[in-house]
């Protein structure tokens, strides 16, 4: 102990008036914030977090295995699951093995999963025809899961085409205009929804960006008595570089360097975003999604306080790898930062979390 003055200048010294404590409409003459009566130093937030009981009772989040739907890959002509190597603990699974996984994740008490089916390579075509084969690896894949977990797993399918287009955009290539042509493209998302639900989808999740894909699907799954599947739009999707060992995963490569700027979202865009979850809303949209998800958590926030519908954000393969690769290396604790990215997306505004870290966070967190 010194002489009992404070290095800052000692005991008699009043803590200058500096951040939100001198705005001055919002400060009590007393000078303490708003709600706290006076200021330092009676004013204390460190009594709140001294024990993790006291933590645990005001935490404003909270993160729960209900939260997580996990993405799920499966593979047509696999004997064995193939690990993705840019998604350390991810695999492109045999319907044998993904039926396992999803009964484990079940077990788990994960809420949901949401499939992506791989056709072989020779499947390919410029349509994406195979997509569309109610005998095809998503729709037979879906049986199985189904039959296996029944209802006590929600069953999402991706609806996409480009897992299944030779060039690898999401939709059909105006040869004229090089560009994704929507309005065909819109249609065969309609057909591919039916078949993904009359296979056990409870949940369609248009992810390809093209305008008025979520009204056509509606319109489809309701003529052909599919009333109670759900839509989770893909409202807010991003044209990100976060996406890459998606790629890896889905074997999708866009043919000439190509991107997809041109149908998904420009990241220097925020209010964009609110304009697309009201379409998808107006057209029927049961639940809607921002991607990705950390780098985005403005969009989400943003979205939260527009709908009144569940709002789900997509914790992306490129977020995953950066968390897996880094803590390979020991430069960070992945668990831990698993854990903080994911209750930061909770935070913003999310109500739940598509994210391959599902099954090891609800390890942690107990079902
Ligand atoms: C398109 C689709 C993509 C992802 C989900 N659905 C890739 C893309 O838009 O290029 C990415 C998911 C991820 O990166 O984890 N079918």
Same mark, same amino acid.
């Given at each position: 102990? %010194?002489?009992? =003055? ?56 909270? $993160? ?9 890959f499966v593979a047509d002509g696999l004997d ?51 997509? =569309? ?58 057909? =591919? ?49 976060? +996406?890459?060992? &998606? ?8 043919a000439e360097g190509g991107d997809r700027k041109g149908y998904q979202q420009? &990241? ?27 780098? +985005? ?45 994911? %209750? ?7 109500? &739940?979390? $598509?994210? +391959? ?11």
């Open positions: 102990m %010194t002489t009992g =003055l404070h290095p800052l200048g000692g005991g008699g010294l009043r803590r200058p008036a500096v951040g939100w404590y001198s705005v001055p409409h919002r400060v009590p003459t007393s000078g303490g914030p708003p709600g706290l009566g006076a200021g330092y130093p009676a004013a204390r937030p460190r009594r709140l977090r001294r024990t993790p009981a006291l933590r645990r009772l005001v935490a404003e989040t909270r $993160l729960s295995v209900d939260d997580l739907v996990a993405p799920l064995d699951p193939r690990p993705v190597p840019s998604m350390p603990g991810v695999v492109q699974h045999t319907v044998e093995s993904l039926v396992i996984e999803s009964k484990r994740l079940g077990s788990l008490g994960v809420p949901g999963i949401i499939l992506f089916g791989l056709p072989r390579p020779e499947d390919k075509d410029a349509t994406g025809s195979a997509a =569309l084969r109610p005998d095809g690896i998503t729709q037979r894949a879906l049986a199985a899961v189904r039959e296996a977990v029944g209802d006590s797993v929600v069953v999402m399918a991706d609806c996409c085409l480009d897992e299944f287009t030779d060039h690898g955009h999401c939709g059909v290539v105006d040869q004229a205009t090089g560009e994704v042509d929507n309005d065909a493209t819109v249609d065969l998302y309609a057909r =591919l929804a039916l078949t993904l639900a009359d296979a056990g989808a409870q949940v369609i999740a248009p992810s390809g960006m093209m305008d008025g894909q979520v009204a056509a699907i509606r319109g489809a799954l309701d003529a052909a008595g599919n009333g109670q599947t759900a839509i989770l739009a893909y409202a807010a999707k991003y044209a990100s570089a976060l +996406y890459g060992p &998606f790629r890896d995963a889905a074997e999708v490569t866009i420009d &990241f220097r865009n925020r209010r964009e975003a609110l304009v697309e979850v009201a379409l998808d809303v107006a057209e029927g949209a049961d639940m809607v999604m921002v991607k990705p998800a950390l780098a +985005y958590l403005d969009v989400i926030a943003d979205v939260h306080a527009a709908v009144e519908v569940p709002v789900a954000a997509y914790h992306v393969s490129g977020e995953y790898a950066m968390v897996k690769a880094a803590a390979a290396n020991g430069w960070i604790d992945g668990p831990g930062v698993a854990l903080e990215q994911l %209750t930061a997306v909770k935070r913003a505004g999310a109500d &739940f979390i $598509l994210t +391959y870290f599902a099954g090891e966070v609800a390890e942690v967190l107990g079902g």
